[in-house]
């Protein structure tokens, strides 16, 4: 199980030892990374996967199914805004896992995407949107309310210029400011007319 430092990590050899976990831990799905660290006693293929091509996408590739997870509930909603995005005629390129946003559109306006289910506090519900650190990396956010059965309810098209400095956001369920730039995606298209004139 171990490996020799300087392991030449290349497709076919990730895949092998992807099913080598799949095959020992006997599951019928992708191993998390918690799985395979654990398995191996390091994060050599870990490390690999995230550098080369992310789990999601290996996933997808092997026709394994991800873990029922956050990881997997965020790219499921990547997915979507990108498919969204590419049937309103723009281009569209998937960022690797651990950039700094999700998404480039039409090779200039950076885009991140979150999703949230509706949180049921005794004060009221609403959405919450984790992002991670103040002054934003991207351009735009794409923001899905969810409902329990997995539908989308709303989307919400955000310029990071209004919520520059937010750590957090919070959607009231009736009621909240953020309701505003439902299905803004104008938004997406004037920031790549400008980007575009830009010479």
């Known amino acids: 199980m171990g490996y020799v430092r300087g392991t030449r990590w290349n497709e076919e050899l990730i895949k092998e030892k992807v099913l080598e976990v799949v095959s020992a831990l006997e599951l019928k799905r992708m191993p998390s990374q918690k799985e395979c660290e654990n398995y191996f006693k390091n994060c050599a293929l870990t490390n690999a996967i995230s550098r080369r091509m992310g789990w999601y996408v290996l996933a997808q590739e ?88 997995g539908s989308e309810k709303d989307l919400l098209i955000v310029p990071s210029k209004f919520v520059a400095t937010n750590t957090q956001i919070g959607v009231g369920e009736k009621t909240s400011k953020y309701h505003y730039y439902s299905g803004k995606w104008e938004y997406i298209g004037q920031y790549c007319n400008f980007l575009d004139s830009v010479s």
């Open 62 to 149: 092997m026709g394994l199914p991800i873990k029922d997870s956050e990881t997997y509930f965020g790219k499921k909603h990547e997915q979507i805004a990108q498919e969204q995005l590419i049937s309103r005629g723009f281009e569209v390129r998937r960022m690797p896992t651990n950039f700094p946003y999700d998404l480039l559109v039409n090779d200039c306006v950076k885009v991140d995407v979150k999703a949230s289910k509706l949180y049921k506090g005794e004060h009221g519900n609403f959405y919450s949107f984790n992002l991670e650190k103040p002054f934003c990396t991207c351009d735009i956010y794409m923001l899905y309310l969810v409902g329990d059965d």
